[in-house]
């Protein structure tokens, strides 16, 4: 046992973290009569849910769009649980795809997007309606978890590609059908389930920007904390969490500080969390192995850019545009397996012009561009610090083939390396959705609780998953578990 010295502190429950998962966690926990300490090392809360300043331009720093914010939607019961409200702007169309001829634009109506495609690709008409149709009942029964029907048992350890395989043929084809989702993992080791049910779940629960940024909505979510009676600590680094018996009982910041508490949820990095703060040696080796074991994502890289120009006259009236550098799947099938070996390659770029849906994120007459690639934390043969300036150049460079003579109309320039977000959000390895969406880890994402008594997770490192309405529902789980309401699953 621990010597245990006087805590400076005591409350019923401590979050480390104040990432959405952790300021749902303890806004629920607070409003249910809980004293609540949410401790954050950032000067903000929201983790990757931030924004920052410069001359007038407001960036988000890494969530730019969130999706199930009307009635019914993941996050709008979520805010509607802790009785309170968040305006939206609706995104729509969804994205656009310059192509050779006509481009491709993604709406809420999948069935347009099915004709399209149909129109596109002729001889594929029958596998591309018998694909969607499997994909809408897959989406469908995800949302009967945890029942394991026969079609997820069937596809439960396949990546996406062996699913559109089993219906179409052109490689063109399985691109398109599956390029916004490509932005963050190939098809071919991306989880079967997982990207279908992004393909068909997406239009229907929309995508939303939160009206004035994504800072505004994770202020939304402390602001709830404060409401119900719970503390949100700032610019406070937690060292450790303190066991007694083997079980959680505090925390430790890097002041020196002792803050007591019946229950620890950690929403920070998961190998963080068991390595850093506690000790390889106070876990068992099989549950050391997972979390050695589990893959984590790779991360992202970020330009941000502040213009006096409107896209608008470029032709630029989709929020989200993918450019794409090449067309067929097992071309970008290979420049993933280059980013997964170190290399920063770009198979597909993401360009966003946030003030064309919230024209007051910037100076009046001028706009916002956000450019985003995923990325290596570890770059082989090359330095991040080193090569930033000169990939930031790369990045503008492509996305000129949209915005010409982009790099002629920047007024405020700046960008983020997966150096960066790690070191803002303390995610192992800048990683953007914690552990990857692979078929290996759909089904095993760590449970909410741990084998530390009285030591619970919240955030992308835990189920559900990634994305703000995921790591809400999560934050949200892993309170009722705390509390006994069932088994931590039902939505309010």
């Known amino acids: ?38 401790v954050e090392q950032h000067s903000v809360p929201g983790g990757y849910c931030t924004a920052f300043s410069r001359k007038g331009f407001k960036f988000d720093a890494a969530v730019v769009r969130v999706t199930g914010c009307e009635e019914g939607g993941a996050l709008y019961r979520v805010l509607r649980t802790l009785e309170t409200e968040m305006d939206f702007f609706k995104i729509d169309p969804l994205y656009h795809v310059p192509l050779p001829g006509e481009s491709l634009v993604m709406t809420r109506d999948v069935d347009q997007f099915i004709q399209g495609l149909r129109q596109r ?19 469908e029964d995800t949302r009967k978890l945890p029942a394991l029907s026969p079609l997820l048992a069937k596809y439960k350890d396949k990546g996406f590609q062996d699913l559109m395989d089993d219906y179409v043929r052109d490689p063109v084809l399985k691109t398109l059908i599956d390029i916004k989702n490509s932005l963050w993992l190939s098809s071919k080791r991306a989880s079967a389930i997982d990207q279908a049910s992004r393909v068909i779940g997406d239009p229907i629960q929309g995508f939303f920007y939160p009206k004035g940024g994504t800072q505004k909505l994770s ?26 018996d083997g079980k959680a009982i505090g925390v430790e910041t890097k002041d020196g500080r002792r803050i007591g508490a019946q229950q620890v949820v950690s929403n920070i990095a998961a190998r ?5 703060l506690i000790g390889e040696e106070k876990l068992s080796p099989d549950y050391v192995a997972t979390l050695n074991r589990n893959e984590i994502s790779l991360s992202a ?8 120009y409107d896209p608008r006259e470029a032709g630029i009236t989709a929020y989200q545009s993918v450019i794409c550098e090449t067309l067929d799947i097992n071309d970008v099938n290979k420049e993933w397996e280059f980013l997964l070996n170190g290399e920063f390659t ?28 995923i990325a290596p934390y570890n770059w082989i043969g090359r330095s991040w610090r080193e090569d930033k300036e000169r990939m930031s150049k790369e990045l503008i460079r492509k996305a000129e083939k949209l915005i010409p003579n982009l790099s002629q109309h920047i007024v405020v320039q700046d960008a983020a390396t997966p150096l960066t977000l790690e070191r803002y959000t303390l995610n192992s390895l800048g990683a953007v959705m914690g552990w990857s969406c692979s078929p290996a880890m759909f089904y095993n994402r760590l449970d909410s609780k741990t084998p530390i008594e009285n030591l619970y997770l919240a955030g992308h ?20 578990l705390i509390l006994g309401e069932g088994k931590g699953g039902a939505i309010g």
């Not at 979510?221 to 406070?236: D, H, I, N, V, W």
């Not at 963080?272 to 850093?276: E, G, K, S, V």
């Not at 890289?301 to 006096?308: A, E, M, T, W």
């Not at 490192?461 to 009722?480: F, K």
């Open 272 to 276: 963080a969390t068991f390595f850093n």
């Open 121 to 139: 690709f002729p001889k594929e008409k029958e596998g591309i309606t018998a694909l969607f149709q499997t994909m809408k009942t897959i989406y």
């Open 301 to 308: 890289f970020c330009v941000y850019l502040g213009i006096d």
């Open 219 to 244: 202020n939304v979510f402390a602001e709830a904390l404060k409401r119900y009676g719970g503390e949100l600590e700032l610019r406070t680094l937690v060292s450790s969490i303190i066991l007694g």
């Open 346 to 373: 770009i198979p597909h770029l993401l360009l966003m012009v946030p003030t064309l849906v919230d024209p007051s994120l910037a100076p009046p007459g001028k706009h916002i561009v956000i450019l985003m690639a």
């Open 1 to 38: 046992m621990e010597q245990a010295r006087q805590f400076d502190e005591i409350y019923d429950v401590v979050v480390i973290g104040a990432g959405i998962g952790g300021l749902t966690c303890g806004a629920y926990l607070a409003k249910k009569g809980k004293k609540v300490k949410v």
């Open 461 to 480: 490192w835990t189920r559900p998953g990634a994305g703000v309405p995921g790591v809400a529902l999560s934050g949200l789980r892993t309170a009722r």
